[in-house]
């Protein structure tokens, strides 16, 4: 199972929008609408912002949303706050191998 | 709320077996996956498999030759075993919880715990 590729690192300034990328293969991202998006502040334990793509968990703002094409995953943050500045991890369900999970690489997200 | 804590030692020697336990709190361990997510330091997270409730299993490739994990569902609890161990299984260990009445996601999680490989 090959991580899922997110770029190192995406900055913006407050108010602007930025999005991450997550790139996988037909046997997880490309096959299946099962990717979620999670949140890490420094020391902590990671936040599902995402999950199915798209959908928003009760309590996360809706300047977080997900998309999906083909092999890539999306997380847009509009309107960008000091307090999005964070770690950002992909994943997604996966049958290559085993039938389990398969993480993204991670992305440090900036606000300047 | 559910509530996920992980306990453990903190330091194990290298070729020994890691162990740790996550206790679950405020819901029932019944009918839920249980999982367990590494991250050595600086880096990134690493899925390294689950239990279901009934005790069914399931592990990441790169790990399932050293990795048991198993349920106690009378204390509530659930299990992670990594023998074997060497420098590069130091990492921050968390343990999570997935519904599979919902999706394949992770919706709650334990603070995580350090530990560290070293003699």
């Known amino acids: 199972q090959s991580a899922l590729t997110q770029p190192a690192s995406v900055s913006g300034s407050p108010g602007q929008s930025i999005t991450i990328s997550c790139t996988g293969t037909?046997?997880?991202?490309?096959?299946?609408?099962?990717v979620s998006w999670y949140q890490q502040h420094p020391g902590k334990g990671p936040k599902l912002m995402i999950y199915?793509?798209?959908n928003r968990p009760s309590g996360v703002s809706n300047r977080f949303s997900g998309s999906k094409s083909g092999n890539t995953a999306s997380l847009t943050i509009s309107g960008l706050q000091a307090e999005d500045e964070a770690d950002y991890y992909c994943?997604?369900?996966?049958?290559?191998?085993?039938?389990?999970?398969?993480f993204g690489t991670g992305t440090k997200v900036t606000v300047l | 709320q559910v509530q996920l804590q992980e306990s453990g030692p903190g330091l194990v020697k290298p070729s020994e077996t890691l162990s740790l336990t996550c206790t679950v709190s405020g819901g029932s361990i019944s009918s839920y996956y249980w999982n367990w997510i590494r991250q050595p330091p600086g880096k990134g997270l690493e899925w390294i498999g689950y239990?279901?409730?009934?005790?069914?299993?399931n592990y990441n490739p790169s790990l399932k030759s050293r990795v048991t994990i198993s349920v106690d569902t009378s204390k509530n609890q659930f299990s992670l075993r990594l023998t074997s161990v060497t420098a590069a299984d130091t990492a921050v260990y968390y343990c999570?919880?997935?519904?599979?009445?919902?999706?394949?996601?992770?919706?709650?999680w334990g603070q995580g715990t350090l530990v560290t490989v070293s003699s």
């Open positions: 199915d793509v798209s």
């Open positions: 994943t997604s369900y996966t049958t290559s191998s085993t039938l389990g999970y398969v």
């Open positions: 037909s046997s997880d991202v490309g096959d299946y609408n099962y």
């Open positions: 999570a919880r997935r519904d599979p009445r919902s999706s394949f996601y992770f919706d709650s």
């Open positions: 239990v279901y409730y009934s005790g069914s299993t």
